[in-house]
């Protein structure tokens, strides 16, 4: 089941010399279990703060240090190593090699392969907050930029000079998100993507509410997965723990209704409309405002219907527009799916089975039923990232069939 965006994919990632260069240790370690293909290349300041062979050891492959390293290299290392890969790294990025590049140096393995390679480069920096914000050094990030080089802002926060201020090398988790969208293929590339996630929860009293298993999981990968393909996302999410994908813009709502609200009002706006929240059905026809005291609590729960947000969607759908649903079922899986499709005007809808362990709610993993009005599909069993990708390459198909 190994469908992750990292599998297969040459990165190299160019270590310079900062006290950070022992955190991107860690990324290789990382990028290694992701599957992909790292080779380290390290300028010799950098090998003065983490040793060539830790670097070998967590990627797996040599570490490249010098252009001539004593006959042990190819002399040819510093155009091969950027040749067909997918990805370059410097991190962390000192003052120093923003500097070389800037201004084109090469004087070192490093800065040569950089200056050969075609691929993306993606740049770190990670120094003292006054170094960063001097305007040398302001200056030659703007050429880099121009140049067309990607840079990834350092953090604020306490440096290991014990400076506070802007120049903390950036976190992995954005970083590596930030990676994940250099390398996707750009196919959704600006197309307006509205997705729900999560459960609702209905009120009964302010410690009670009506809610399902939902645990958000699927909507949000579909949310990650638009927006590394380059689509601009809007994720309106009923309560859940999970955190909202960098990139994407979040609204969090509690009631049927107030998803109702806030999807109805992004609606006309949206290209495409995925509905993977779980809404719930029915709410409590009344609300108390204080607490119930268990022995005033009624032995019949009266409910109210809520409405239905896809079905309206359904009525309302635009020329060009895409529509998507979910519907979790135990039984009848098919019959069920062709029903909802037709019933709510739906372009596409994805069927989860909840009988089982591995797929539905609260799993890592699914495996989608997905119907439209040219047929039936079977979706490999997977992760629910890897489940997102696949039922958007249908999506980006349907978008492209539609007036
Ligand atoms: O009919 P059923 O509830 O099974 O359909 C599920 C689909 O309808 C999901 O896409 C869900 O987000 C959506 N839905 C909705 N509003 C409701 C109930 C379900 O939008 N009140």
Not at 20 to 30: C, I, L, N, R, T
Not at 34 to 62: C, H, K, W, Y
Not at 91 to 113: E, F, Q, R, V, Y
Not at 272 to 299: G, L, S, W
């Amino acid at each position: 089941m190994v469908q992750n965006i990292f599998a297969g994919k040459k990165i190299v990632i160019g270590v310079s010399g900062s006290i950070a260069a022992f955190k991107v240790a860690g990324w290789v370690s990382d990028l290694a279990k992701e599957e992909a293909r790292v080779s380290v290349v390290m300028t010799s300041s950098a090998a003065e703060f983490v040793t060539p062979l830790t670097f070998a050891a967590l990627s797996g492959n040599d570490v490249h240090t010098g252009m001539f390293g004593q006959g042990k290299e190819d002399p040819m290392t510093h155009i091969s190593l950027g040749r067909d890969v997918d990805l370059v790294v410097i991190a962390p990025a000192t003052a120093n090699i923003i500097a070389k590049l800037a201004s084109g140096i090469a004087d070192d393995l490093l800065t040569t392969m950089v200056l050969a390679t075609r691929a993306k480069v993606l740049v770190c920096p990670a120094m003292n907050n006054r170094m960063y914000s001097h305007p040398a050094t302001q200056k030659n990030l703007k050429i880099l930029k121009e140049l067309g080089y990607d840079i990834i802002d350092p953090a604020c926060g306490m440096m290991a000079c014990k400076e506070e201020g802007e120049g903390r090398l950036a976190e992995w988790d954005g970083v590596k998100e930030l990676l994940a969208h250099s390398l996707s293929p750009q196919d959704l590339r600006g197309v307006k993507i509205l997705v729900t996630a999560g459960p609702t929860r209905e009120p009964l009293d302010p410690a009670r509410f009506l809610s399902n298993r939902s645990s958000g999981k699927m909507g949000y990968a579909l949310a990650q997965a638009a927006c590394r393909r380059g689509a601009q996302v809007l994720l309106i999410s009923g309560p859940s723990f999970l955190t909202c994908p960098r990139g994407v813009t979040l609204v969090k709502v509690q009631t049927a209704r107030e998803m109702y609200d806030a999807v109805l009002a992004h609606a006309a706006d949206s290209t495409v409309i995925i509905k993977a929240a779980a809404v719930a059905d029915y709410r409590p026809e009344t609300v108390y405002e204080h607490k119930v005291k268990k022995e005033n609590i009624a032995k019949e729960l009266i409910l109210e219907r809520n409405p239905d947000i896809l079905l309206e969607l359904g009525k309302r759908k635009k020329v060009g527009q895409v529509l998507v649903g979910f519907a979790a079922e135990s039984t009848n899986l098919l019959a069920e799916g062709k029903r909802k499709l037709l019933s709510k005007n739906l372009d596409l809808i994805a069927v989860n089975d909840i009988s089982g362990d591995t797929t539905g709610f609260e799993t890592e993993s699914n495996q989608i039923l997905l119907i439209s009005a040219s047929g039936a599909e079977t979706l490999p069993h997977t992760t629910k990232l890897h489940s997102a990708d696949l039922l958007l390459d249908r999506v980006r198909q349907l978008v492209g069939e539609k007036p």
